[in-house]
């Protein structure tokens, strides 16, 4: 008889007889690492009289879409993922390149920035999603 639905890892009984090797749970077996993913940038600017822009796009693990923001020293940026189809996370980097601490793989943040120039924000996921990412400077 077919069994068209495998059964899940943690059923102790396996009608099929065959071993779960697609589908290890035990995270000692690490994947071929991947290629480096492709960096998109884009400018993000923000209109005038504004203090906040939407950004609409696409992510996938070979793809990093990083926007760039200019900003100064003072002002309070807040960014966050309102809307997501998927694991899409990102993180900030000041205008030296230095990660901005707590801005690792997050889906949202806010804080007062320490210096003026360019801060780059990488969106990343590890499956094909889609997001909408808002960009706030007051």
């Not at 059964?7 to 396996?14: A, G, H, L, Y």
């Not at 807040?78 to 980097?93: M, N, Q, S, Y």
């Not at 030296?96 to 924000?121: F, M």
Request: net charge neutral; charged share 20%; aromatic share 4%.
């Amino acid at each position: 008889s077919l069994n068209p639905a495998p059964s899940p890892p943690n059923q102790p009984d396996n009608p099929t007889g065959e071993p779960a090797t697609n589908a290890p749970t035990d995270g000692t077996s690490k994947p071929t690492p991947a290629p480096k993913p492709t960096v998109t940038e884009q400018r993000v600017q923000i209109p005038p009289g504004q203090t906040r822009v939407l950004v609409v796009g696409q992510v996938n693990p070979e793809q990093v879409r990083r926007y760039v923001v200019k900003a100064r020293a003072g002002q309070t940026m807040a960014l966050e993922l309102p809307k997501v189809t998927g694991p899409v996370t990102f993180d900030i980097r000041g205008p030296g390149g230095e990660l901005i601490p707590d801005a690792s793989r997050v889906l949202s943040w806010q804080g007062q920035l320490g210096q003026d120039g360019d801060y780059t924000i990488d969106v990343t996921s590890l499956r094909s999603s889609d997001y909408t990412l808002q960009v706030t400077i007051n």
